[in-house]
Structure formats: structure tokens, C-alpha cells
């Protein structure tokens, strides 16, 4: 706990870096996802990578052995909270794969928003002038980064179904990501991490045993899945946990809204990624908003 101390004190950029690996976890994670779900359905790809993170991370606790004492405290936080989990997974899942990534993006990138508040609000986190002006530009670069205003209107206008999908996953994750930062300075952010994992994926399985039972006696036949398309969605779930533990451990640490805030740049995978591998030519107002990033993460390492 002294050297955690120390190290906030020192070194206040760590804080913003652990949300910066959490954004590129969740960033390629979400890339990854949208491909995955497009091939093999947002149900399968949610399943298979859950239960690769729960398999993972229950490995580095069998290897790191941290204390788990703290368990009973947060648990019956993080029990309800593994529904929320749950349910804000399916909806970014099938929000990705219903597209467009236009309208589903902004809207999830917005998700910070809710634990910054709440960590202020319940947590007494207080933030200075120049914190609070790197929040606030960050996560508003973040969102313009992913916004074509042309498609992005053309979307609003056909009411996409992504578009509900994104706003309700972006409620659920901001309370269930304020609740895992909570649980992370509470008792330590592996063993939390850990315990709320396997909750979750604990409800995707009895989900996915009921549909399957479901479709087993409707007597409806499953589609081929490719091997390459489940090595996809196991990646997802390997990237989505390393981000994940880059935010509880930045979380317990350091300040949640920092670390919230700098985590919401994770849009910026999918542009350079279409940048770089589809050719892709940002719009201008996503060119402002990579400068805004950039300004707002300047902003949160001197503050």
C-alpha cells in the first residue's frame, strides 16, 4: 500500500497509461468483435470470449495467489454487478454486429461519462481545474474521433438497430465499470477482477444452456462455425481481459475518473485500424478529435 501511495504521488502519469493499455485492450477487442460477430453471431462470440478470460485470469490467480481475503466485502457488489456485466457484453456484441460502426461508436464511447461522475460523486474524488479540462476533452475527443457526421446522420435517420443496442450497453457498462473500479480499491484488483469474472461468465453459461436447450427442442438446425472465426473470438477475449486489468489496476492505484477517462480513447483502434489496413480516409471533425485526445492526455500527465 506505501509503495501504491508513493508511486501515485511520483509518477501521476502511470495512472493515465493504465487507462491508455485498457483503451488499446478494449479498442482491438471491440475491432475484433464486430468481425467476429458478423461471421459466427454476437452470441457465440460473447461466450467463447468470457469464458477465455474467466480460464485466463483464474490461471494468473493460481500463479500470482493475491490475497482473496477481501472477497466477502465487495462480493455482494459484484454479484449483481456480473448481471450488468453480462447484459452490457450481449448488447455490445450485437451493437457491433448490427453496425454501423458510425452511429454504434460515438454512442459507446460516451460510457465514461457515467463512472467519472459517480466517482466524484460517491467515491469523493476530487478533480482540479486542469484534471477536470483533460476529462472533459478526452472523452469528448474520443467520441469525435469515431463520428462521421455524414454517416452518422444518414444512421440517425434509418434508426439502425445498433443504435439501441449501443445506448443501452453504454448505460450498463458505465455502472458496471465504476463498480469494478470501486471493487479494485476495496480488495485489490485481481482478486475482484477474478470473483466478478467468474460471476459473469457464470451467468453466460446458464444463458447459453438455456438457448441451446431451447433450439435444441425447437428441433432448429446450427450453422457451420469456422475454426478461424472461434480463434477470432477467443482473441477477443484476450485483449478484453488485458484491457481489463490494465483499468482495475489503474483503478486501485490511482484516481477512477483518470483512468476512466483516459481509457475511453479506445475508438482510435478502429480509425487507425481502418486507416491503416482498409485504407480508410478520416473525416476531418476525426482528425479534431485525435488532436483533442492527444491535448486531453497532455492535460491528465501534468495535471
Not at 501504491?4 to 511520483?10: F, G, K, P, Q, V
Not at 460477430?37 to 460473447?46: L, M
Request: glycine share 10%; charged share 10%; aromatic share 6%.
Amino acid at each position: 500500500e506505501g509503495r501504491d501511495r508513493l508511486a501515485r504521488r511520483a509518477l501521476p502519469e502511470r495512472r493515465v497509461i493504465y487507462g491508455l493499455v485498457a483503451a488499446l485492450g478494449w479498442g482491438l477487442s471491440d475491432l475484433w468483435a464486430a468481425i467476429s460477430g458478423r461471421r459466427i453471431g454476437s452470441g457465440r462470440t460473447v461466450v467463447v470470449a468470457q469464458v477465455t478470460a474467466a480460464i485466463l485470469v483464474s490461471l494468473l490467480v493460481l500463479v500470482v495467489r493475491p490475497d482473496l481475503s477481501g472477497i466477502p466485502t465487495v462480493a455482494p457488489w459484484l454479484v449483481p454487478n456480473a448481471f450488468l456485466g453480462a447484459a452490457a457484453f450481449a448488447t455490445l456484441y450485437k451493437g457491433l454486429q448490427l453496425g454501423p460502426i458510425a452511429v454504434v461508436s460515438p454512442v459507446l464511447a460516451s460510457y465514461a461519462v457515467v463512472p467519472v461522475l459517480l466517482s466524484v460523486v460517491l467515491l469523493g474524488e476530487t478533480l482540479g481545474g486542469v484534471e477536470l479540462a483533460g476529462v472533459v476533452v478526452t472523452i469528448a475527443g474520443a467520441a469525435l474521433t469515431s463520428t462521421d457526421p455524414k454517416a452518422l446522420r444518414a444512421g440517425t435517420r434509418s434508426k439502425p438497430a445498433g443504435l439501441s443496442w449501443a445506448i443501452a450497453s453504454t448505460l450498463l457498462f458505465g455502472v458496471a465499470t465504476y463498480v469494478t473500479g470501486w471493487a479494485a480499491k476495496e480488495a485489490g484488483f485481481l482478486p475482484s477482477l477474478w470473483f466478478g469474472r467468474l460471476t459473469m461468465t457464470s451467468v453466460f453459461l446458464v444463458a447459453a444452456l438455456v438457448l441451446w436447450l431451447r433450439s435444441r427442442a425447437a428441433g432448429r438446425a446450427r450453422d457451420h462455425v469456422p475454426w478461424s472465426m472461434l480463434r477470432l473470438a477467443v482473441m477477443v477475449g484476450v485483449v478484453e481481459l488485458v484491457g481489463t486489468i490494465s483499468y482495475a489496476r489503474g483503478a486501485e492505484v490511482g484516481l477512477v475518473s483518470i483512468v476512466t477517462a483516459a481509457s475511453a480513447t479506445y475508438p482510435l483502434i478502429p480509425v487507425l485500424g481502418g486507416v491503416v489496413l482498409l485504407h480508410e480516409r478520416p473525416v476531418p471533425t476525426q482528425y479534431l478529435g485525435i488532436a483533442m485526445v492527444i491535448g486531453g492526455l497532455v492535460l491528465l500527465g501534468v495535471a
